[in-house]
Each structure stands twice: as C-alpha cells, then as structure tokens.
C-alpha cells in the first residue's frame, strides 16, 4: 500500500509563509496527480493546487499567485509553499495522490492532515 506523510504545519502570522511538505512511501510503482487539499471548520474540503507527474499545476482562484506547488517524482514528495497567508487559509490541509502499487490498480490516497493557523 502506498502512506502519505504531511509536515510543516503550524502557527503563522497574516501576511507570513510556511511549507508544507508530503512523503508518499510504500510499495509504489508510479504516480499520476499530487494534490493538497484543506478543510476549514464547517466547511467542505476544497482542492487547493494540484500537479501531474509531467509538471503541470492547477491552483483554486482564492490561491492563485499566493501558493505554489511542486514535486519530486523521485522522491515521491509534493510541497506546497505558502506565502502572504491570510486568516481564511487557517485549515487542515490534507495531501492527496493518485497512485499504483506494482500490479494493481490506480487509487487515492490521502494523508492525515496537518493544521495551519494563520492568526495575529
């Protein structure tokens, strides 16, 4: 099977940065997209950026020019930089992947999440 492992959540003040990283590990054999999501208190989990194994990126409007995604193919991470966060970034963010293990079939997977706070 294939964990994802997020890092780097935390604290932030409006207007600062943080980077949050994600580990895919297991028996992967390939990997197609690699997203971030987030999930604010009472509300829906929305997609944030995503990137295919080619390099393309997709972002939400509310984070365009503001967040940038990137991945490692052969490390299997997928980072998300954050800068001039606001107040209503403050959410779980949660990694997510398309992904096969050898000899079976595309499927997703999902991280534990991990919380960003973006407060004064």
């Known amino acids: 099977q294939v964990q994802l492992v997020e890092s780097g959540g935390g604290l932030v003040q409006p207007g600062g940065s943080l980077r949050l990283s994600c580990v895919a590990s297991?028996?992967?054999?390939?990997?197609?997209?690699m997203d971030w999501y987030r999930q604010a208190p009472g509300k829906q989990r929305e997609l944030v950026a995503t990137?295919?194994?080619?390099?393309?990126?997709n972002y939400a409007d509310s984070v365009k020019g503001r967040f940038t995604i990137s991945r490692d193919n052969a490390k299997n991470t997928v980072d998300l930089q954050m800068s001039s966060l606001k107040p209503e970034d403050t959410a779980v963010y949660y990694c997510?992947?398309?992904?096969?293990?050898?000899?079976?079939?595309?499927?997703?997977?999902w991280g534990q999440g991990t919380q960003v706070t973006v407060s004064s």
């Open positions: 997510h992947a398309v992904a096969r293990v050898l000899g079976g079939n595309w499927s997703n997977y």
């Open positions: 297991g028996s992967i054999f390939s990997t197609n997209f």
């Open positions: 990137i295919t194994a080619g390099g393309t990126t």
